[in-house]
């Protein structure tokens, strides 16, 4: 009995010794403080919850080297350089396009394949041919957002509120201005910088253009303070928001004025249909064993499939070479990620066929829920 | 000689000449302004002039924290923004997370006690006085079992993070500054901007690292709509509130530097520490009351900031632009001066709100609201050139 023990010991040690040789490291670079935090935990527990489900590949175990760019843009570049000295075989990694893009500048440059899990802003894609992500681009939210608006919301007239020092913001506002007025509506644009507290200057701009619905395109840390001091200086417009107001820090942070607030974002299992639909309810399933559902978002799914495309693109590469990984990230067609297929054949690094969701933030007394409106895809 | 041949020359018609005409030209503006666009209406600039003093008030009160700690030992306290942070932070959990259980109720309450403490003594003066060490022990008694048994209202909670954040003031200036009262100014100015550092990430740590609702239940963050020559304004009462407390706040500071002995140990070891020390003041502890004083009142702009936006940013960023703000517009008043601060604060509230409302966005011209936080600098900067001893500092001769 003992000498079983003892040899079950010493062959477990061995295994185990076997395995810490055969490890593979995949950085992660991700808001895990700063304005964006929320968002970029989330996204984080569904690469960690993805790297349990598939923690080897080719016969070596995964590693995830995290690094916390801290919400910005140096904060990005210095863990860019930190994964390149560590030798990494590939990235993941960010959540917002100002902090993807300079990374992708770090990455491209030393043929290191990064996947941005959040970036919407068709630049990122455009940095290099190393450079992919797993979400639309804001060409496609702004269109749908500007339908959204004359279409349904039958607006003629809107107020755009754009983050003059974001790249995302930036670049979704551009394209939803283009899209709007393309349909013959009239825009103005209105500008504030990261971590704006006091909007009464903004909003006295907006008291002679008198929209009749306002657009959103920045982020919850200063959404949270612009949407009641709108709705308390009488402008009970609807508010439509992009991806980015999809972080609990926009109805947490600023209460029941974000009643019937609504956001285009990530799909959840929700709007997703077919096969990924049932994907991504099963990835759900696993992800609740080890987090709160309160955790988990449309950015986890992205996270995920972040993770499963690149342990895909290892495998058919069956090496870790930084070249090879590419060609088959390239080659990738019908992948079934729990975010929708993922095709990076004849694209750019941007996947096809991409589904975005339509969710509303609903208060009743101070809670609040997130309800999903419907499901939009690209066609 | 020649320099006595110099004699200031007065010419009081020149100031009422520039006021009268600013005045003149800011009307002319609003009128044209008007005719441009019905919505320039009479409450469009109502509603402007009563945010530039809401928002004034809140850089005035801050500002006196950098002004008087200026005033006494020549230190920027680049500290003192991340002291606002605390704060709004420390009232956020006394309205938000009471009852406490009772060892956190114990420990803040002997924080409390611990700066009432220190105010009893300004009254009776000796440090051992035993009706101020019954006094303490009674708030101390008090204070633990309100903690531990009710939630309390935000104005409650304002109160006692004063005493919190007053004694965090004085702790950074015991452990700090005080160890370098005899260092070049540089040696200060770094540490300086180390306690904000660690501030900041002790905040991230131990507070939150994300935006943080401030919704205290208070009749002040109601809305509040009234007619203004017939049309409606819309603004909640803390444009009431925040200009009353700040009025209170500051007439109670004056108060206490004209009427008080401490008060006046503490013009004396602004204008020469040496001299007072001689005269048998104590310098350290003058120095101490005047961190606990600037805290106290950066601890309620914080909560006032908290209540008039509803939510207050992570700990990283929340105190650093208010601060540096604030400190520029203790400089536009001219640093060192009590009064100053508060000319200065409301002056750059007017200038970030009511400037930016009569250059709004119109058909033509896309506006000034995008440069508001440079305002801020750029006037003290044109003060700096013009009138280095700030708009009501006095003489710089006599601070050197």
Redesign the interface.
């Known amino acids: 009995m003992r000498r079983i023990a003892v040899t079950l010991a010493f062959a477990l040690t061995l295994g185990g010794l076997a395995l810490a040789q055969g490890t593979i490291k995949i950085g992660v670079f991700l808001e895990l403080?700063?304005?964006m935090?929320?968002t970029g935990n989330d996204t984080l527990y569904g690469v960690r919850v993805a790297n349990e489900q598939q923690p080897t590949v080719n016969g070596a175990t995964v590693e995830l080297s995290v690094c916390d760019n801290a919400s910005t843009p140096e904060g990005s570049v210095v863990c860019a350089n930190r994964f390149v000295d560590e030798g990494v075989v590939a990235v993941i990694g960010s959540y917002s396009s100002s902090h993807s893009i300079p990374a992708a500048g770090v990455l491209q440059p030393a043929g290191v394949v990064m996947v941005s899990t959040g970036s919407t802003n068709p630049a990122t894609t455009q940095v290099g041919d190393y450079i992919f992500r797993i979400p639309y681009t804001d060409q496609f939210q702004g269109a749908v957002a500007a339908q959204y608006a004359h279409n349904d919301a039958g607006a003629s007239s809107v107020a755009i509120f754009r983050q003059?020092d974001d790249d995302y913001s930036v670049g979704l506002s551009g394209f939803f201005k283009d899209a709007f007025e393309a349909l013959g509506g009239r825009t103005?644009v209105?500008?504030?910088?990261a971590?704006t507290?006091?909007f009464?200057?903004?909003i006295?701009?907006l008291?002679?253009?008198?929209p009749d619905f306002i657009y959103y395109t920045g982020f919850?840390?200063e959404a949270?303070?612009l949407v009641?001091?709108l709705r308390?200086?009488?402008f009970t417009q609807s508010i439509l928001g992009g991806d980015a107001s999809d972080d609990t820090?926009c109805p947490?942070?600023?209460?029941a004025?974000f009643d019937g607030f609504t956001f285009t974002s990530f799909g959840e299992p929700e709007v997703l249909t077919g096969a990924a639909a049932e994907r991504a309810a099963e990835f759900r399933t696993a992800f609740e064993k080890s987090y709160t559902l309160d955790h988990f978002t449309g950015f986890t799914l992205s996270g995920a499939d972040a993770y499963k495309v690149l342990v895909q693109a290892i495998t058919d590469a069956g090496s870790t070479d930084h070249a090879a990984i590419r060609d088959a990230l390239a080659n990738l067609q019908d992948f079934p990620g729990v975010s929708g297929d993922i095709t990076y054949v004849g694209t750019d690094g941007t996947p096809a066929n991409r589904v975005m969701g339509l969710y509303a933030y609903q208060f009743s007394g101070n809670s609040w829920t997130k309800a999903v409106l419907k499901g939009i895809s690209l066609e | 000689m020649a320099a006595s041949a110099v004699v200031p020359r007065r010419r009081p018609w020149a100031l009422w000449l520039v006021v009268l005409g600013g005045l003149g030209l800011i009307t002319w503006r609003m009128l044209y302004l008007h005719g441009?666009?019905e919505?320039?209406n009479a409450a469009?600039f109502a509603?402007?002039v009563v945010?530039s003093l809401q928002?004034g008030s809140l850089y005035a009160l801050i500002a006196l924290g950098y002004t008087m700690v200026y005033g006494i030992i020549r230190l920027i306290n680049f500290a003192h923004g991340e002291v606002f942070m605390v704060g709004a932070f420390a009232a956020y959990f006394l309205f938000s997370r009471t009852p406490f259980s009772w060892p956190v109720a114990l420990l803040v309450a002997a924080a409390i006690a611990f700066g009432v403490l220190q105010f009893l003594n300004f009254w009776r003066g000796r440090a051992r006085d035993p009706i101020v060490l019954a006094g303490a022990l009674v708030v101390f008694a008090v204070v633990a079992f309100a903690l531990a048994s009710t939630q309390l209202g935000w104005f409650w909670a304002m109160v006692a993070s004063m005493f919190v954040t007053g004694v965090l003031g004085m702790t950074i200036d015991r452990v700090a500054y005080r160890p370098l009262r005899g260092a070049p100014r540089n040696s200060m100015l770094i540490t300086a901007i180390a306690v904000s550092f660690f501030l900041q990430n002790f905040g991230?740590l131990a507070f939150s690292?994300?935006?943080?609702?401030f919704?205290p239940a208070s009749f002040f963050t109601g809305?509040l709509?009234f007619q203004v020559f017939g049309e409606?304004l819309?603004?909640?009462w803390m444009i009431v509130l925040v200009p009353s407390v700040t009025a209170v706040l500051v007439v109670a500071l004056t108060l206490f530097v004209t009427r008080t002995r401490l008060g006046k140990a503490m013009r004396a070891t602004a204008q020469d520490a040496e001299t007072a020390r001689m005269m048998g003041v104590n310098v350290d502890r003058v120095i101490a009351t005047t961190f606990l004083l600037g805290s106290m009142l950066a601890a309620a702009a914080g909560v006032l900031?908290g209540m008039t936006?509803?939510?207050i940013?992570?700990p990283?960023?929340f105190g650093i632009?208010?601060g540096i703000k604030a400190f520029a517009a203790a400089v536009i008043g001219g640093i060192g001066s009590l009064p100053g601060a508060v000319v200065g604060g409301v002056l750059l509230g007017f200038l970030?709100?009511f400037l930016?409302?009569l250059f709004?966005?119109?058909e033509y011209f896309s506006?000034i609201?995008?440069y508001?936080?440079t305002f801020a600098f750029l006037a003290m900067i044109v003060i700096l050139l013009v009138r280095p001893s700030g708009i009501v500092g006095e003489d710089l001769s006599e601070k050197v």
């Open positions: 403080s700063g304005r935090a929320v003059q103005t209105l500008d504030f910088t971590n507290v006091d009464s200057a903004q006295n701009n008291r002679s253009f008198n919850c840390a949270a303070s009641p001091q308390q200086q009488g820090q947490d942070g600023g209460g004025a | 441009v666009n919505a320039f469009f509603g402007a945010r928002l991230i690292n994300r935006q943080t609702p919704r809305p709509q409606p819309f603004t909640s900031w936006f509803g939510s940013n992570q990283a960023i632009l208010p970030e709100n930016t409302a709004p966005r119109t506006g609201t995008e508001k936080d």
